[in-house]
């Protein structure tokens, strides 16, 4: 499975609560930073960095959706 996203894409990242339940949050803007290597679970993943914050994350791709 290849990455759908490429270095510098704009995204929108859903915070994620308590044992995966997806938080009322407004969702929040995120750049990607890197795409790293997937793993033994074939989900692409992902560091990204918020726009509006000092936050950094890795994310995998379905925590992840294109701006629009």
Do not use: F, W
């Not at 894409?9 to 290597?37: A, F, N, W």
Request: glycine share 6%; aromatic share 4%; hydrophobic share 30%.
């Amino acid at each position: 499975m290849a990455h759908n996203y490429a270095i510098n894409d704009d995204v929108h990242h859903q915070l994620q609560g308590p044992q995966g339940r997806s938080m009322v949050k407004e969702r929040s803007v995120y750049t990607i930073t890197s795409c790293l290597p997937i793993e033994a679970d074939g989900r692409p993943r992902y560091r990204i960095k918020s726009k509006t914050e000092n936050v950094e994350r890795v994310v995998t791709e379905e925590q992840i959706s294109r701006l629009g």
